[in-house]
């Protein structure tokens, strides 16, 4: 490896580092969940490092039954991470320096908070291997890590909600959309998704409000530019 390399993987640590504390809370609460569902921390742990989707790890947690429902938890996986085809279009742009096979081990380690740290990256220098793999690394051991101890000491976490542990992961969002913040518009586009998913969740069962308020966010994006570009012509 060499200095450059051993370089850019340390800024990736230190540009994720901030995010990886946050994320630190939410994994001990995945996992106290998953210990209340009756996972074992080997199965919670195993979840959190094949899985690495904690918003999809919480919603399969929410319909957990004895049996599982493969079924179920497969679809409300698919829900959840569909907004990943966006992400990956997203920062794939800025990869023009990944091979092939660089490209889609990326994927296959995609977050939102490794997504946005990158594309933050990506507005000011250029986006290497090394930065987002050093990134992305010690973002993923403290997820998998996180999960486990929150499994062994699920007992002793109880309710998440008790201890208002539960507000951590909206809270980390929030600090994700400030730093895309662009000023009125964004805030339209952030109240129509949020309408939207409102919405759908209050007549439509199941997780279908999380699709419902990605689609509609991008209409209004959509609607946006469009009438932007009205404007100009």
């Not at 039954?65 to 794939?92: D, E, K, Q």
């Not at 201890?163 to 895309?180: C, T």
Request: net charge positive; charged share 10%.
């Amino acid at each position: 490896m060499t200095s450059a390399t051993r370089l850019e993987m340390r800024r990736g640590f230190q540009a994720i580092l901030p995010l990886t504390v946050a994320v630190v809370p939410i994994g001990l609460v995945f996992g106290a969940v998953a210990a209340t569902k009756g996972l074992s921390p080997l199965e919670a742990m195993l979840m959190s490092a094949l899985v690495f989707a904690g918003g999809s790890q919480f919603v399969a947690m929410d319909i957990w039954t004895h049996p599982a429902s493969m079924a179920a938890l497969g679809m409300a996986a698919l829900l959840v991470n569909i907004r990943h085809v966006l992400m990956g279009a997203s920062i794939s742009r800025h990869m023009a320096n990944f091979s092939g096979r660089q490209k889609v081990m990326s994927m296959l380690f995609l977050a939102d908070e490794i997504w946005a740290v990158a594309e933050f990256r990506a507005r000011e220098y250029r986006l290497t291997p090394a930065w987002f793999f050093g990134a992305a690394l010690l973002f993923y051991a403290a997820w998998v890590l996180s999960g486990l101890t929150g499994a062994l000491l699920g007992r002793l976490v109880g309710d998440p909600a008790v201890i208002a542990m539960d507000f951590v992961f909206p809270a980390v969002f929030v600090i994700l959309i400030a730093g895309f913040w662009r000023g009125r518009r964004t805030g339209l586009i952030l109240i129509g998704s949020g309408a939207c998913a409102l919405l759908v969740h209050r007549y439509v069962p199941g997780v279908w409000y999380i699709l419902g308020g990605a689609l509609g966010g991008v209409a209004i994006a959509a609607l946006a530019s469009l009438l932007k570009r009205e404007v100009k012509a």
